[in-house]
């Protein structure tokens, strides 16, 4: 049938052809054009339960609409914000991560389960050195230095504590 098109009968009620009547997709003007994207990216996200690349591809385009109004925001208010540029840049990939793996995780051996932790925690400790680099800056690279502050700071108390505490569970283990 690839290539070929059909014609296919749907029954909606009316509050169903109200939602699709009002749903916006790019590149979509009629209900056909509609559903045939709806179809497209229902098979799209079902690929990307399989492979990371597809499911980076279905983060991203997810995220869009977002980072297009916050940059719009940014732009028009002269802000910037590092700390969202890199959370925003970062999520697709750590999401895609898990997606990519949604497929396999329920039937995995535990030594898969191992790896996936080991990988996102890999993916979440780059985006905190990232994070902290920030921190670097005067205004922490946050549109309010007190956001970073009040959170960032408060985490990197908790890291320091709980470094010590490992710290002294091994010198108790080397004597």
Same mark, same amino acid.
């Given at each position: 049938?690839?290539?070929?098109?059909?014609?296919?009968?749907?029954?909606?009620?009316?509050?169903? !052809? =109200?939602?699709? &009547?009002? *749903?916006?997709?790019?590149?979509?003007?009629? #209900?056909?054009? /509609?559903?045939?994207?709806?179809? %497209?990216?229902?098979?799209?996200?079902?690929?990307?339960? !399989? =492979?990371?690349? &597809?499911? *980076?591809?279905?983060?991203?385009?997810?995220? #869009?609409?977002? /980072?297009?109004?916050?940059?719009? %925001?940014?732009?028009?208010?002269?802000?910037?914000?590092?700390?969202?540029?890199?959370?925003?840049?970062?999520?697709?990939?750590?999401?895609?991560?898990?997606?990519?793996?949604?497929?396999?995780?329920?039937?995995?051996?535990?030594?898969?389960?191992?790896?996936?932790?080991?990988?996102?925690?890999?993916?979440?400790?780059?985006?905190?050195?990232?994070?902290?680099?920030?921190?670097?800056?005067?205004?922490?690279?946050?549109?309010?230095?007190?956001?970073?502050?009040?959170?960032?700071?408060?985490?990197?108390?908790?890291?320091?504590?709980?470094?010590?505490?490992?710290?002294?569970?091994?010198?108790?283990?080397?004597?």
């Amino acid at each position: 049938m690839a290539g070929k098109s059909a014609v296919v009968t749907v029954r909606l009620s009316a509050k169903e !052809q =109200e939602s699709l &009547a009002l *749903l916006e997709i790019e590149g979509a003007s009629t #209900v056909s054009d /509609k559903i045939r994207m709806l179809v %497209a990216r229902a098979a799209s996200e079902r690929h990307a339960r !399989q =492979e990371f690349a &597809a499911a *980076l591809n279905v983060m991203n385009g997810l995220l #869009v609409p977002v /980072k297009d109004g916050i940059k719009i %925001a940014e732009h028009r208010s002269g802000m910037r914000s590092e700390w969202m540029d890199r959370l925003l840049n970062w999520l697709p990939s750590a999401v895609a991560m898990v997606l990519s793996r949604s497929g396999e995780v329920s039937n995995s051996e535990p030594q898969q389960l191992v790896e996936l932790e080991r990988e996102l925690l890999e993916e979440h400790a780059r985006f905190m050195t990232s994070v902290f680099q920030i921190g670097l800056s005067p205004e922490r690279g946050c549109y309010k230095r007190e956001n970073y502050d009040e959170n960032v700071i408060a985490c990197m108390a908790v890291a320091a504590a709980v470094s010590q505490a490992l710290d002294k569970q091994e010198q108790g283990e080397v004597r």
